[in-house]
Each structure stands twice: as structure tokens, then as C-alpha cells.
């Protein structure tokens, strides 16, 4: 059984920072790709981040330069630093494994899904 758990959400200024965390259970990530998502009302979840396993990461052009994804092996957990935030970074933020192939950043290409941290940048 996959679990994913997000936490490290919360309320921050613009200009702030937040680091989110993603635990996995029941999977492990390390040689797997990792994604960020994030979901505003009323808008399609989005992909944010693309983590390939070793190393290599893709971003969308809207965080590129002031989000890092990283990942933790031994704690079998993946993150997601987040600087000089905006109030247009403001979402719930969704961790993903078992990508099924395609293009990242469309959600339906992944199999499972935490339950999402909330971000809300003021």
C-alpha cells in the first residue's frame, strides 16, 4: 500500500520561504521520479516540479530559479524548497510517484498522491 504525506504548508509573506515535505511509505522513491503539483480553487492541478531519479530535476518556467526539489533517500522522502513566494504561489501542493510515462506535468500520468499541504502566501 502507497502512502504519501505532505506536510510543511502553512501561511507566509511574499518575499518568504517554505520547505515541503513529502514521506513516502509503501514505495520507494529514490530510483523513482518524484513530481510537485499544485491546485488553486478553481484551476487545474498544475506540475511544478519534475524530480528523475540521480539527480536531475525539470521545473516549470513559473518557480524555475526560486524552487528546489531534493531527495532525501535514506529518509525515503522527497521536498521541495520554496523561496521568494509570491501570492500567485498560493495552492495546496501535491506530491506524486509512479509516473505511467508522457509528460510530467499532466496529472493523470500519476498513479498515486499525498493528501496535499496548503500554501498561502499573503
Known amino acids: 500500500h502507497v502512502q504519501l504525506v505532505e506536510s510543511g504548508g502553512g501561511a507566509v509573506q511574499a518575499g518568504g520561504s517554505l520547505n515541503l515535505s513529502c514521506v513516502a511509505s509503501?514505495?520507494?522513491?529514490?530510483?523513482?521520479?518524484v513530481a510537485w503539483f499544485r491546485q488553486s480553487p478553481g484551476k487545474e492541478r498544475e506540475g511544478v516540479a519534475f524530480?528523475?531519479?540521480?539527480?536531475?530535476?525539470l521545473y516549470t518556467d513559473f518557480v524555475k530559479g526560486r524552487f528546489i526539489g531534493s531527495v532525501d533517500s535514506a529518509k525515503n522522502t522527497a521536498y521541495l524548497q520554496m523561496n521568494n513566494l509570491t501570492r500567485d504561489d498560493s495552492a495546496m501542493y501535491y506530491c506524486?510517484?509512479?509516473?505511467?510515462?508522457?509528460?510530467?506535468?499532466?496529472?493523470?500520468?500519476?498513479?498515486?498522491w499525498g493528501q496535499g499541504t496548503q500554501v498561502t502566501v499573503s
Open positions: 506524486a510517484v509512479g509516473w505511467r510515462g508522457g509528460l510530467w506535468s499532466e496529472s493523470f500520468r500519476w498513479n498515486h
Open positions: 509503501g514505495y520507494v522513491i529514490r530510483t523513482d521520479h
Open positions: 524530480l528523475l531519479p540521480y539527480g536531475n530535476r
